[in-house]
Every structure is written in structure tokens, then in C-alpha cells.
């Protein structure tokens, strides 16, 4: 069983930057992908950004391009998330997400339907 543990979350000014851990463990397979994915009180879970953890692709939502930055460690067992320029509509529960099996179509990384394992999210408040 895959277990995705989140960190880093925080409160921070509008224009501020943090740093999102997530670690895995319990893995006993090769992974497909990785992805952070939001969710604003009311909303719909939003796509972030992901990953293609092998080979290293990194796919963005429009609304954190050019301000966000996903990647992960050479052991493969820690995925991060670089914010910065954060704005208020940034403020949402984030979760970390991990795919298994390969991804053959681009469009899976959005996916939220598309991942088998979840973290339970860490919490990222900007303030105006």
C-alpha cells in the first residue's frame, strides 16, 4: 500500500513563495506518475502540476505556469512543489497524488479520476 504524506503547507503574504513536500513509501511497483492536485472550500479538485515520474516530463495548470514548479528527488521517493509569486486564489488544500501504471495519453495527468493513491493534504493560506 502506497503511502503520500504532504508537508510544507503554511500561511503566506500574497507574493510570497513555499516549498510542498510529499513523501512515498510502501511502493512495491515502478510508478507512472506523480501530481499535485488543489482544492478551494466549494470547489472542484483542481490540477497543479504533475510528473512523469520516470522520464521526468512535467506537465501545469494554466493558473500556476510560470509561478509553480513540480519535481522530485533522484531516489524517487520524494515529490516537491516550488510556489511562488502566490496569490490569494492560491489558497486551497493541496494534495499529493501517485499513478502506478504508465500513462499512455496526456490527458490522464489531469486527471484527479487518474491516480490510485492520495496524501491527505496540507493546507496553504495567502493572505491579500
Known amino acids: 500500500q502506497v503511502q503520500l504524506v504532504e508537508s510544507g503547507g503554511g500561511l503566506v503574504q500574497a507574493g510570497g513563495s513555499l516549498r510542498l513536500s510529499c513523501a512515498a513509501s510502501?511502493?512495491?511497483?515502478?510508478?507512472?506518475?506523480m501530481a499535485w492536485f488543489r482544492q478551494a472550500p466549494g470547489k472542484e479538485r483542481e490540477f497543479v502540476a504533475a510528473?512523469?515520474?520516470?522520464?521526468?516530463?512535467?506537465y501545469y495548470g494554466d493558473s500556476v505556469k510560470g509561478r509553480f514548479t513540480i519535481s522530485r528527488d533522484n531516489g524517487l521517493t520524494t515529490l516537491s512543489l516550488k510556489m511562488t509569486s502566490l496569490k490569494p486564489w492560491d489558497t486551497a488544500l493541496y494534495y499529493c497524488?501517485?499513478?502506478?501504471?504508465?500513462?499512455?495519453?496526456?490527458?490522464?495527468?489531469?486527471?484527479?479520476?487518474?491516480?490510485?493513491?492520495w496524501g491527505q493534504g496540507t493546507r496553504v493560506t495567502v493572505s491579500a
Open positions: 510502501g511502493r512495491t511497483s515502478s510508478t507512472g506518475a
Open positions: 510528473m512523469d515520474y520516470l522520464g521526468g516530463n512535467t
Open positions: 497524488a501517485e499513478r502506478t501504471t504508465y500513462v499512455y495519453y496526456k490527458s490522464t495527468y489531469y486527471c484527479p479520476d487518474q491516480y490510485d493513491y
